[in-house]
């Protein structure tokens, strides 16, 4: 699998607009971006994923790169419950996930 | 109703013993998998199980035995427990092998303390 580069750890303040970028120079054609978050002491959960086009549900945004090699969450309104680590991970097709290190988000109030 | 669930949530035993989690989803999926998540915080795959048939083992020792009864259930046990199986473990549940991007659901996760 393709491998992704995400920050150790971000902060934001409450009720902000949170950006978390992910690097994924080596991605291939028909690699879909996923996005995970594991919240403390809970199983991770599926959050966002898209393949090119820039994508939103009800938990967030994702904006991928035109040459696709990076990604961005975003979370418009940080609160203190999306405290959490945050997993970029590729998938190609429905193979096992490949989680990272990740990026542990603190949400300050 | 809890779409993926775990028992036990805490296990605590001695080295050498023997333990099973069991994993129920009532998502109706086809395909689960176990993970383990270690003291480092790294989840990783341990084994994926499509309609009840082993698909994927990650060169996990064979002290650790999935067992699946049926769809519905994918069951871990492992033999001689030993010190380093201390970590937390993940079911996971997803559509099928079919789809291209299929959501995974985790299950609540299962300590377990090897003594």
């Known amino acids: 699998d393709a491998k992704t580069t995400q920050p150790n750890s971000m902060e934001s303040n409450e009720e902000e607009p949170v950006h978390l970028p992910c690097n994924h120079s080596?991605?291939?054609?028909?690699?879909?971006i996923h996005w995970y978050r594991q919240l403390p002491s809970q199983g991770p959960e599926y959050v966002i994923h898209?393949?090119?086009s820039n994508v939103n549900n009800r938990m967030a945004s994702l904006a991928i790169a035109e040459d696709r090699k990076s990604s961005t969450l975003i979370l418009h309104r940080a609160t203190l419950r999306d405290a959490a680590v945050y997993y970029c991970?590729?998938?190609?097709?429905?193979?096992?996930?490949?989680f990272g290190k990740g990026t542990r988000l603190s949400v300050i109030a | 109703d809890t779409a993926v669930s775990q028992t036990p949530k805490y296990l605590v035993t001695q080295m050498g013993n023997d333990k099973s989690i069991k994993c129920e989803q009532n998502l109706g999926h086809d395909t689960m998998y176990w993970y383990k998540q270690d003291s480092k915080k790294f989840l990783k795959i341990m084994f994926s199980y499509n309609n009840k048939e082993l698909i994927i083992n990650e060169t996990v020792p064979n002290r650790f035995s999935p067992k699946s009864p049926d769809k519905a259930h994918l069951n871990l046990h492992i033999n001689s427990l030993e010190l380093g199986d201390s970590a937390v473990y993940f079911c996971a549940s997803s559509r099928n092998l079919a789809g291209k991007a299929d959501t995974q659901y985790f299950g609540p996760g299962t300590r377990l303390t090897v003594l």
């Open positions: 991970i590729l998938r190609r097709g429905n193979t096992p996930l490949v």
């Open positions: 898209g393949l090119t």
């Open positions: 080596t991605i291939s054609g028909t690699d879909y």
